[in-house]
């Protein structure tokens, strides 16, 4: 069973503060994704990642960058948090072989509002 | 710009209806179409896909959709529902683009609340 864990469920930052997000997943997925998802707006793909160190913008990456050092691992950084990034945060993973899109594995979700 | 509507923001429907979830896009080119569900309190996960084949895909806990190309549709069904099918549904679609990186884009989701 693919599993990807999110290091919180929930956060609580400040305005300026620098906010990391931490993703693992343990069945040696290639592909990593970092999503937030919103109310009435479904989920929006923020970066995502096809092998170590390589990483594409998605459509909302403004305001956020991220890391990956090893293959099991996508850090989400939001390099100056504000209050428009209070959301929920989802990783998720895919498999090689296929479209970088295959199915993906969800995480649980990392909920970070920011005062 | 491409994007995915899903024009049905909440169904609620009686144990045993039948279920029909709308989902449409705008993109000219060849696709590939995913349906996610989120139980309450859960992980989001895969429903089904279409790449290519058959248009009508099956997948888990008896749910299907259609691909209508002329459409730009692949909607989601279920014959009759149960009380554990209430769940937020999303629609996906990846656009294959030869000359940049494929791209994913998610439908707003669809809240279904199952009568008892």
């Known amino acids: 069973d693919v599993k990807v864990t999110q290091s919180s469920r929930y956060l609580v930052k400040r305005t300026g503060e620098k906010v990391f997000l931490e993703c693992v997943q343990d069945?040696?997925?290639?592909?990593m994704f970092w999503y937030r998802q919103d109310p009435g707006l479904g989920l929006r793909l923020i970066y995502f990642s096809y092998d170590v160190k390589m990483k594409e913008k998605g459509d909302i990456p403004e305001g956020y960058s991220v890391s990956r050092e090893k293959k099991e691992r996508f850090s989400l950084i939001l390099e100056s948090a504000s209050t428009n990034q209070t959301s929920m945060y989802l990783c998720?993973?895919?498999?090689?072989?296929?479209?970088?899109?295959?199915?993906?594995?969800f995480g649980p979700g990392t909920r970070l509002t920011v005062t | 710009a491409q994007s995915v509507s899903q024009h049905n923001h909440h169904v609620i429907l009686s144990e045993a209806a039948s279920l029909e979830l709308g989902c449409n896009y705008s993109?000219?080119?060849?696709?590939?179409l995913f349906w996610y569900v989120q139980y309450p309190g859960q992980h989001l996960q895969l429903l089904l896909k279409y790449f290519s084949g058959d248009p009508l895909v099956k997948g888990i806990k008896g749910f299907e959709a259609e691909f209508i190309k002329s459409k730009f549709s692949f909607n989601l069904r279920k014959p009759s529902v149960q009380w554990s099918d209430t769940a937020e549904y999303f629609c996906a679609v990846n656009a294959q683009r030869y000359s940049s990186a494929s791209k994913i884009i998610f439908g707003s989701g669809t809240r279904l609340s199952i009568r008892p």
């Open positions: 069945m040696d997925h290639e592909n």
């Open positions: 998720a993973s895919s498999p090689p072989g296929g479209p970088i899109f295959y199915e993906q594995y």
């Open positions: 993109y000219g080119g060849t696709v590939n």
